[in-house]
């Protein structure tokens, strides 16, 4: 089964600053890729995905994410952080063909003014 | 649209009682899929309907969890004999297809077992 790590669990940003969130996956054959994000109480919401396709995927708000096989990584950036991205972040990860989503832990991001 | 519709949205039993999680997937999505969130496990995926065909259940943690899908629309997770592990947000998600089709998630229902 496919498994995610996410590195730090925890990342404190200026406004206006690069966000960067790390995913790295397990398997060795390029799965599906998925970053979703948690505003406080409320469900997930899908910000890209990578299914074999283009390996730099743009998604919602600004947010891009490169899927690089040789390190098994798809790595999630912003330019410029907002207050408004201040929430957690869930790389998932599913085989081709497959349906379930596995999660990482979560990375939840603070924006300082 | 109208979104994933979850409820109730806080749920608050005794332990060993029976509790029923209602979701409302997106109008014409023939996938839906059930997980939970909790502090010691993150998130986890429960069990998964597609159509008519028989579901994964895999990921159901003991056999007090069951879930249904009726009509091939609105489905029902049961957890009987609520034990305090139990406590998380059980998030419904459906998806138009499976597979790289994304899933949308509902707001989630909190269980909190005393």
């Known amino acids: 089964a496919q498994s995610v790590t996410q590195l730090g669990s925890h990342v404190s940003v200026s406004e206006g600053a690069l966000v960067l969130l790390r995913c790295n996956y397990s398997s060795s054959v390029p799965p599906y890729l998925f970053w979703y994000v948690q505003y406080p109480n409320q469900g997930l919401q899908l910000l890209l995905k990578y299914t074999s396709a283009a390996t730099l995927v743009k998604g919602i708000n600004g947010f891009e994410a490169e899927f690089k096989k040789s390190e098994t990584s798809f790595h999630l950036t912003k330019p410029s952080a907002h207050m408004s991205d201040a929430a957690e972040y869930f790389c998932a990860v599913s085989d081709q063909g497959d349906y379930k989503l596995s999660f990482g832990a979560g990375t939840t991001v603070t924006v300082r003014a | 649209g109208a979104g994933v519709s979850q409820s109730p949205s806080n749920k608050v039993t005794e332990k060993g009682k029976d509790v029923e999680l209602r979701c409302d997937p997106i109008s014409g999505h023939t996938a839906l899929y059930w997980y939970r969130q909790s502090l010691g496990q993150g998130l986890e995926f429960l069990i998964y309907f597609q159509g008519n065909s028989a579901p994964d259940k895999s990921g159901l943690p003991s056999d007090r969890f069951s879930a249904e899908r009726t009509g091939g629309s609105v489905s029902t997770l049961t957890i009987q004999r609520t034990q305090q592990e139990d406590s998380a947000v059980y998030l419904c998600?459906?998806?138009?297809?499976?597979?790289?089709?994304?899933?949308?998630f509902g707001p989630g229902t909190r269980l909190t077992v005393t």
């Open positions: 998600a459906s998806s138009l297809l499976a597979g790289a089709y994304e899933q949308y």
